[in-house]
């Protein structure tokens, strides 16, 4: 079964920061780009950041640029997104999600989300 | 970055109804476009690529079509199972944008 299982979410004060993860099971995680896709409450969804597979290369919204690090670790099967600089209006839920192939299409497996809300 | 125009935001239809909702793309993306279906407290979950492919072990009630700038999701026959948010999504070019988001419920 293809799973995607976030952490780290949380309450953070605007400036501060914090490391969501994602550990992935049930595919061959090193071959699919993965993305983290966001939902402020009562909005829509928002692409942030996407890493695409097999070692390839990482992408930003430009809301998230300079802000957010993306990182993957094939050997665990991990995704991380690293928010530095926090502001009120990244509070949302955060969902990790994997694409249908090496490239950054689209999201064909999404993680139950973990919230992350940013205030003081 | 490309913007994803959806409408309506909003419709109410009944049990057997067919539903259509239209995106609209603000440049030519080709035929690189998802749809997707959220219900209330869950995560999304992919029902068409490619403009009209539909994911497998899908209901063939959900229908997708179009390209270049213009597309159409339909539901051919709405079940109450079907009560949802749908976004459209385009692909073409990075950021992925999705569109509004097209809230269905039932009248």
């Known amino acids: 079964d293809v799973q995607l299982l976030e952490s780290g979410g949380g309450l953070v004060q605007p400036g501060g920061s914090l490391r969501l993860s994602c550990t992935a099971s049930?595919?061959?995680?090193?071959?699919?780009?993965m993305s983290w896709v966001r939902q402020a409450p009562g909005k829509g969804l928002e692409w942030v950041s996407g890493?695409?597979?097999?070692?390839?290369?990482?992408y930003y919204a430009e809301s998230v640029k300079g802000r957010f690090t993306i990182s993957r670790d094939n050997s665990k099967n991990t995704l991380d997104l690293q928010m530095n600089s926090l502001r009120v209006e990244d509070t949302a839920v955060y969902y990790c999600?994997?694409?249908?192939?090496?490239?950054?299409?689209?999201?064909?497996?999404w993680g139950q989300g973990t919230t992350v809300t940013v205030s003081s | 970055d490309i913007q994803m125009t959806q409408s309506p935001s909003s419709l109410s239809a009944s049990v057997g109804d067919r539903v259509t909702i239209t995106c609209q793309a603000s440049?030519?993306?080709?035929?690189?476009l998802n749809w997707y279906q959220q219900k209330p407290g869950k995560a999304p979950k992919l029902l068409i690529y490619?403009?009209?492919t539909l994911e497998a072990g899908l209901p063939l009630r959900f229908s997708g079509s179009g390209f270049g700038t213009g597309f159409t999701f339909t539901i051919s026959s709405l079940q109450p199972e079907d009560i949802a948010t749908y976004y459209c999504?385009?692909?073409?070019?990075?950021?992925?944008?999705f569109g509004g988001g097209t809230k269905v419920d039932m009248k």
């Open positions: 490619d403009a009209s």
């Open positions: 049930g595919f061959t995680f090193s071959y699919y780009a």
């Open positions: 999504q385009q692909y073409d070019s990075v950021p992925l944008t």
């Open positions: 999600t994997k694409d249908r192939g090496r490239h950054i299409y689209g999201m064909d497996v």
């Open positions: 440049q030519d993306i080709h035929n690189y």
């Open positions: 890493f695409s597979g097999s070692g390839g290369t990482t």
